[in-house]
Nanobody, 124 residues
Framework: QVQVVESGGGLVQPGGSLRLSCAASLSVGSINAMDWYRQAPGKQREWVAGVARRGDTHYADSVKGRFTISRDNAKNTVHLQMNSVKSEDTAVYYC??????????????????WGKGTLVTVSS
């Protein structure tokens, strides 16, 4: 029904830049929220940034001013531009997509989908 695929991870030097992309394919419903999460080795998954359908963006304090999230509603894609990366940005980055559908009585239903993740390694 819904597939979420990340791309763009890799090795980047401290202070460098990297752009992550996520594409969602769906047969029903529409995409509501699109977010990026990350999980560093030995740590819990944490929220990084999110963008609402209208374009409102939000960032974790740890990435504010360095990362930029954007989305293309026509293409069902979301991107994360990572600038001035630090070693602590090393993690597997996951794309999260929230799908909105409607029930038989037109009640709103939300479903959550995750990609399999893309590894970002910041190292010299």
């Amino acid at each position: 029904q819904v597939q979420v695929v990340e791309s763009g991870g890799g090795l980047v030097q401290p202070g460098g830049s990297l752009r992550l992309s996520c594409a969602a394919s769906l047969s029903v419903g529409s995409i509501n929220a699109m977010d990026w999460y990350r999980q560093a080795p030995g740590k819990q998954r944490e929220w990084v940034a999110g963008v609402a359908r209208r374009g409102d963006t939000h960032y974790a304090d740890s990435v504010k001013g360095r990362f930029t999230i954007s989305r293309d509603n026509a293409k069902n894609t979301v991107h994360l531009q990572m600038n001035s990366v630090k070693s602590e940005d090393t993690a597997v980055y996951y794309c999260y997509v929230q799908i909105l559908t409607y029930g038989t009585n037109w009640e709103e239903k939300y479903m959550d989908y995750w990609g399999k993740g893309t590894l970002v390694t910041v190292s010299s």
